[in-house]
């Protein structure tokens, strides 16, 4: 089974996180690589692809994004939670908060 994004969807997170179509993309890839069922990330797992300098906010961010108590994350709160833990400079976080929760 082949899931693809929807490009509304795609154009959306460009715009949220200025990431290329293709990062999208491939993030998209590696998101249903890793998750077989096509849906969901567990917190666990979350935390096991940022990395050392991101993972002591890594739990922080996930419940940020786990708006249901679900304990896991879709791809579009994935790639958002994602992308703040690549953010250096404090304008960059500052856009980040706008954008995401806009």
């Known amino acids: 089974m082949t899931v693809k994004m929807d490009v509304k969807e ?3 997170l460009m715009n949220k996180t200025s990431l290329e179509e293709q990062e999208v993309i491939d ?7 890793e998750n ?13 692809t940022c990395d ?3 993972k002591d906010i890594a739990e922080s961010l996930f419940k940020v994004f786990d708006k249901d108590g679900s304990n896991t994350m879709d791809f579009w709160e994935y790639i958002l939670a ?9 304008e960059e976080k500052l856009n980040w908060i706008f954008d995401v929760f806009d």
């Open 36 to 48: 077989p069922s096509g849906d969901r990330m567990t917190k666990e797992q979350f935390i096991e």
């Open 10 to 12: 795609l154009e959306s």
């Open 52 to 54: 050392e300098d991101t």
């Open 82 to 90: 994602s992308n703040a833990t690549c953010l250096t400079s404090p």
């Open 27 to 33: 993030m998209f890839k590696g998101f249903m690589n």
